[in-house]
């Protein structure tokens, strides 16, 4: 995979360029290169019910076997990898990233909210990206790491659960910096480490975490998820002054009754922040056992966009952060290969191996008790406040 070079690319006289990926960074992508005076002949994607995107024909992964000749435009976050073994099996040799494409000027580009976003924290990508060009490293696209079970809000479809801790507390993350310095050092690469709750600014120790690991080569960015209702305070201002620091401030409408403040207050002090209104929330469904095949089983967490966004809670690995918070809360049991324990006295290359065999795994236990998070799943109002504590009898 080589970056992506308009000059390059002319010269070779390719008939066919391809846009692999419809998501936001395909939205980048297309935009980039018309910014470029260039124009893609088709795009590519793995959801079989994609066959146009923004005027373009859309074809599947299997198809790519016909145009083995054609530049491919590698647009994909969560599912890169995938998509580079997809193009090895088709015989496509002309691969090409977006890092380039990433560093133009799009303020006259009319982006969605999701591209602008993306291009805010692209720091993450380009380390994504990097860790895609080294095979032999050890690299996630971005790790969640739970920092409270407290909240302002009381969401009834909070896909971290919140509602469901009988008793949530703020996780003590002094406590866990052995794990920490563990986890940090059996990955190689990380592209952003996303730091969340519950509401993040309760827990008046974040700064902690961002001081002490911001810094680390192997991460790409922080970022920190807030609901819009609480004001940080001063020493963790202070910390998400970083440039490797960005804030995600989710608007929830009238319950986000601080983002104002918060804008004016991030502004004032030049931290990156990103406001994102949501229309929707997906939903995985309830904790009961799925009666699906291997193969259903397969499929479906192979487009779950959470299937790869690995949690690290009070010293654990799991698979995504719906796992971790049903394990934590006491909703399911946890299985011998539902986490691995950085908290133990492993050595580091004993956690490196159980961590390569962990991010090959297809499935976790714990993906037969949920629907998924498609992207063109079931849906949900956001935000809708729930009056007290839940069961997984709420169903």
């Known amino acids: 995979m080589k970056a992506f070079s308009k000059k390059e690319i002319l010269e070779g006289n390719h008939k066919e360029i391809i846009i692999y990926g419809t998501g936001v960074l395909g939205e980048i992508a ?38 083995q000749s054609a530049i491919i435009v590698v647009a994909f976050k969560d599912f890169l990898q995938q ?37 805010v924290r692209k720091s993450g990508y380009i380390t994504t990206v990097m860790a895609a060009l080294s095979p032999d490293a050890i ?26 801790f009988q008793k949530p507390n703020d996780i003590e993350l002094s406590s866990y910096w052995s794990a920490f310095d563990k986890l940090f050092e059996v990955f190689d690469y990380i592209g952003e480490v996303s730091l969340l709750g519950g509401e993040t600014f309760l827990n008046g120790g974040l700064w902690k975490f961002i001081k002490r690991y911001v ?49 004016k207050l991030f502004t004032q002090h030049g931290i990156q922040y990103f406001v994102r209104s949501y229309d929707v929330w997906q939903s995985s469904g309830g904790f009961r056992l799925r009666t ?16 790869n966004c690995f949690s690290f809670y009070r010293g654990k690995l799991y698979r995504c952060s719906r796992a971790s918070s049903a394990i934590e809360a006491g909703i399911l049991a946890p299985s011998a290969e539902s986490f691995i324990d950085f908290c133990n006295n492993s050595t580091i290359e004993n956690l490196k191996e159980r961590t390569v065999d962990f991010l090959n795994k297809k499935y976790s236990t714990m993906c037969k008790f949920c629907d998924g998070f498609q992207i063109n799943g079931p849906g949900v109002e956001p935000a809708i406040q729930h009056k007290g504590r839940r069961s997984p009898n709420d169903e």
């Open 292 to 307: 699906e095949t291997e193969n259903q089983l397969v499929d479906k967490v192979k487009t779950c966009f959470k299937s």
């Open 215 to 263: 810094d680390y080569d192997r991460i790409g960015m922080m970022a920190v998820y807030t609901n819009g209702t609480v004001i940080p305070n001063e020493k963790t201002i202070s910390a998400l002054k970083h440039p490797k620091v960005w804030v995600h401030i989710s608007n929830y409408g009238n319950v986000s009754n601080r983002i104002g403040e918060l804008e």
């Open 30 to 67: 297309l935009a980039g290169m018309r910014l470029l005076g260039m124009e893609p002949n088709l795009f590519c994607d793995h959801d079989p019910n994609e066959t146009s995107y923004k005027g373009f024909s859309v074809l599947s992964p299997n198809q790519l076997k016909q145009h």
């Open 139 to 164: 690299s996630t696209q971005h790790i969640e790491i739970m920092v409270t079970e407290r909240c302002t809000l009381n969401c009834r479809d909070c896909s971290a659960l919140i509602p469901y």
């Open 83 to 119: 998509a580079l073994h997809n193009l090895q099996n088709a015989g496509c040799k002309n691969i090409y990233h977006i890092l380039p494409l990433l560093e133009l000027d799009y303020q006259c580009v009319d982006l969605s909210s999701r591209a602008k976003e993306m291009l």
